[in-house]
């Protein structure tokens, strides 16, 4: 937008959160809180976007360096006129309106941000507010009116009256300003308050002193403009972030049987007829197909899910492909950089890392895949483990294309299993296994007719003699 630059005010550290960390870095749906206010900058297309920071201001930078924002510091938090300030030289070459954005307002949507916009060009203000009424106004900046119904002022909770404190209008902490008349105007404004801090509001009352029109613009949606100063209200703003997000879904044909109970990152992506049952986080840059189906209580942490896949109950999968049709869970665990092709099946207690497993490979009970390559149409028995680490390096498993590993297989590391071959269950393999042969390692079975019954009856006949729970301490019963 020609004519328009954005500060966004992010020098606080949110001392009402009672952090260690600087208020907007703290995880909203699964992005920093900035973010959001950023992404809103950016959507408006204004000439220059700058965001005031201070506290942490090197972790702030370098969480968003691939943000297009200048960055203004304040070194001392002296208040919101004095943070506006603080960018003013960044402006030098800029003219038209500012608009003021606050950190930690995350809610506020492109919508909103233009109806201000467009109601503070038409009517050719110096200023626009952008307002709303809350039934519970604790906290805010009141909007102080004349017997017009015309601004005059905005009162801090800290600095208002009883009278006052019962002003339902508030300021959201978002407006719209002639540039040169918000500098002019910026450096007029005193400490004289409760905080002894420079107030951006401030800039209202000298507006009306001078007798210049204040416009205000109410907000229909109050959640929108919800300032995040608390932990409560983070969970609150938490809320409606992933009801949005949950209902854009919806609306583009997943079925979320419990939207109150399943959280989606705002950077995950879904396709159509996808089901998700209640209980599950999907985060980051997942990516799920269309006609999956998601079952209760799996986290699924940036990973890459193909169509028709079932993740039944309780998953953990990171950074993990996943191909077509393939069914995983119930408690699998699938740890970065795990490839499985299609039709793969992975099934109770399995935990697989940094392994490839090609179309139509399974393993379905009881097992660990790690470092390792598994052929397509492999069968991996029950109780299967890759050996990969002898303690200083990771060595490699590979295993060739329609191989059959039967139950309990030991598997140490490096070997390569030729394809076609069958490892006989219960095997240790420490060589490796040429193509379409059997490898087996098993001591010959001995079975000695009666020993047990024999056994049994000297146990008891020791017992009598109350000698029987004495060998037992010993591990022989
Ligand atoms: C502010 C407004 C209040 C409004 C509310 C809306 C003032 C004086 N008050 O109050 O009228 O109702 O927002 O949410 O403006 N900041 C800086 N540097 C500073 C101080 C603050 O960058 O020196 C930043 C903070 O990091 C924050 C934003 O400005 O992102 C607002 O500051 P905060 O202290 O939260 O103001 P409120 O008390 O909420
Ligand atoms: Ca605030």
């Known amino acids: 937008m020609k004519g328009i630059s954005i500060i966004i005010l992010a020098a606080g550290l949110g001392t009402r959160m009672k952090s260690n960390l600087v208020k907007i870095l703290h995880p909203l749906a699964g992005m920093p809180m900035l973010s959001y206010t950023l992404a809103l900058a950016k959507s408006l297309r204004p000439e220059k976007t700058i965001a005031v920071i201070g506290h942490q201001a090197d972790k702030v930078k370098e969480t968003f360096s691939d943000y297009d924002v200048d960055w203004a510091i304040q070194k001392e938090q002296k208040g919101t006129g004095h943070a506006v300030m603080q960018a003013r030289s960044l402006l ?82 978002i407006y719209a300003f002639d540039k040169d008349f918000l500098f002019n105007s910026l450096s007029e404004i005193k400490p004289n308050n409760a905080q002894g801090e420079y107030y951006l509001t401030d800039v209202i009352g000298i507006a009306a002193k001078r007798g210049l029109e204040i ?97 039944k109950d309780s998953c953990l999968i990171e950074e993990s492909k996943i191909g077509d049709r393939a069914s995983i869970g119930p408690f ?15 099934g109770n207690f399995v935990e697989i890392k940094k392994s490839v497993l090609k179309d139509g490979a399974k393993a379905n009970h009881l097992t660990y895949l790690g470092d390792s390559h598994v052929g397509r149409n492999v069968n991996i028995g029950a109780g299967t483990i890759t050996c990969n680490y002898d303690g200083f390096k990771k060595y490699k498993t590979e295993i060739g294309d329609n191989v059959f590993v039967g139950s309990d297989v030991q598997f140490i590391a490096p070997v390569k299993i030729g394809k076609g071959a069958i490892v006989a269950a219960g095997t240790t393999i420490t060589e490796d296994v040429p193509a379409d042969s059997l490898a087996i390692s098993r001591t010959k079975q001995i079975s000695k007719k009666g020993w047990a019954k024999k056994r049994r009856r000297q146990g008891s006949i020791k017992r009598v003699m109350g000698q029987g729970a004495k060998d037992r301490g010993k591990g022989v019963g």
């Open 332 to 346: 699998a665990h699938l740890r970065p950089h795990t490839e499985l092709g299609r039709d793969v099946k992975i």
């Open 92 to 173: 030098n070459n800029f003219n038209g309106n500012v608009i003021v954005l606050s950190g930690d307002t995350p809610l506020l949507r492109k919508e909103t941000v233009s109806k201000l916009i467009k109601s503070h060009k038409s009517k050719g203000n110096r200023v626009t507010i952008l307002t709303t009424e809350l039934n519970n106004p604790y906290g805010y900046g009141r909007v102080i009116t004349n017997a017009n119904g015309k601004v005059e002022r905005i009162v801090e909770e800290k600095d208002a009256s009883d009278t006052i404190k019962k002003t339902r209008l508030i300021n959201t902490g």
């Open 215 to 311: 416009n205000a613009v109410k907000a229909q949606d109050s959640d929108e403009v919800m300032g995040i100063n608390t932990r409560l209200e983070l969970s609150k703003a938490e809320k409606v972030i992933r009801k949005r997000i949950n209902d854009r879904w919806m609306l583009n044909g997943v079925t979320i049987i419990d939207p109150e109970t399943t959280f989606v990152d705002d950077t995950v992506e879904i396709g159509r007829d996808t089901i998700i049952y209640p209980n599950n986080f999907i985060c980051g840059k997942t990516r799920i197909g269309g006609g999956c189906t998601i079952y209760s209580n799996s986290r699924i942490i940036d990973a890459k899910i193909g169509s028709d896949v079932k993740i």
